[in-house]
């Protein structure tokens, strides 16, 4: 079935640097979401995006954060800086239409 | 506030058993409710919607899920229970109108014994 794409798997970063978070969402796909999940706990709804723009986002989805597609490309979650609270798995998700959402396999993104 | 609450973290049983998962859900208007499964190392696959309509809805892997209005309930259903169930599964929530944003539950461990 469709795959949604999310690279690296694992990343390391230390405190106060940036990263970027890449997902290769399913090609004919117009909507696009991040959701955070924090060991144990539940995945919690960061942001969505469409047609260029966020349509809504959460009160997890810091200053700090920000989201972006250039060209049709990657989506991107970008954390700049980062803080240790950010440590957890990073879910990518697209769909062609509100409704069936597709997921990644997310990214654990560890801040040390 | 709309939440979803998933209130049994494990369960187990023996193949060949009947399986309900349980899900309530917290929302003022009328919800989307969604079913998706998680195996291990895997991403999270959809598995059946509730949208409008008849309240029983038939999903992928022979899964069907109720809705019942009346104790705000999506529970999740299969019969019988397969090994290969073994997953973890996710209730969710989506706002109507439109903001395709879910609200998911913590999830429920199911262990199939075969």
């Known amino acids: 079935g469709p795959k949604v794409l999310q690279i690296p798997s694992h990343q390391i970063i230390d405190m106060g640097q940036m990263v970027t978070l890449n997902c290769d969402p399913v090609?004919?796909?117009?909507?696009f979401y991040w959701y955070k999940q924090i060991l144990g706990q539940q995945m919690e709804f960061l942001v969505n995006f469409y047609n260029g723009k966020v349509m809504e986002k959460s009160k997890l989805f810091k200053d700090q954060f920000s989201v972006e597609r250039p060209d049709g490309s990657y989506f991107t979650l970008k954390i700049q800086p980062t803080a240790l609270e950010d440590s957890a798995v990073y879910f990518c998700a697209s769909s062609l239409r509100v409704g069936e959402v597709f997921f990644g396999k997310g990214t654990r993104l560890t801040v040390v | 506030a709309q939440s979803v609450d998933q209130p049994d973290a494990h369960v187990t049983l023996s193949e060949g058993a009947s399986l309900e998962l349980r899900c309530s859900y917290s929302y003022s208007a009328a919800p989307y409710l969604f079913w998706y499964v998680q195996y291990p190392g895997q991403s999270l696959q959809f598995l059946l919607k509730?949208?409008?309509?008849?309240?029983v809805v038939k999903g992928t892997k022979g899964f069907e899920a109720e809705f019942r209005k009346s104790n705000s309930s999506f529970n999740l259903k299969k019969s019988p229970a397969h090994w290969s169930d073994s997953a973890k599964y996710f209730c969710?929530?989506?706002?109507?109108?439109?903001?395709?944003?879910?609200?998911f539950g913590e999830g429920t461990k199911l262990t199939v014994s075969s």
């Open positions: 090609s004919n796909h117009l909507y």
């Open positions: 969710a929530l989506e706002f109507q109108g439109g903001s395709a944003k879910l609200i």
């Open positions: 509730y949208i409008t309509g008849d309240t």
